[in-house]
């Protein structure tokens, strides 16, 4: 049983860049898988991307490839979303997900149009 503390949500313009972070601990973070999802008002939670214990192998929803990159650096327990080229239907609160089963409160991100 781990800990996860989501930051770095905001209000951003279309078209504009975001990092969320999320740092881990509680748990031995380098081998465990981590993924971002993320839930819209009156929508079921979604998956964003994902990736492996090491960083060697990632996978993104079809709505956010291209756009948005994971990220991790295991030195610092630490997991990364950079999200860029935002639109208002990326509106959602962001969570952060291990593989041990621990879930994050979740960050705010608001894109305006």
């Known amino acids: 049983q781990g800990h996860l503390v989501e930051s770095g949500g905001g209000l951003v313009p279309s078209g504009g860049s975001l990092r969320l972070s999320c740092a881990a601990s509680?748990?031995?973070?380098?081998?465990?898988?981590m993924t971002w999802y993320r839930q819209a008002p009156g929508k079921e939670r979604e998956l964003v991307a994902t990736?492996?214990?090491?960083?060697?192998?990632?996978i993104y929803a079809p709505s956010v490839k291209n756009r948005f990159t994971i990220s991790r650096d295991n030195a610092k327990n630490m997991l990364y979303l950079e999200m860029n080229s935002l639109k208002p239907e990326d509106t959602a609160i962001y969570f952060c997900?291990?593989?041990?089963?621990?879930w994050g409160r979740g960050t705010q991100v608001t894109v305006s149009s």
């Open positions: 997900h291990s593989n041990t089963g621990d």
């Open positions: 509680g748990f031995r973070f380098e081998i465990y898988r």
């Open positions: 990736i492996s214990d090491t960083g060697g192998s990632t």
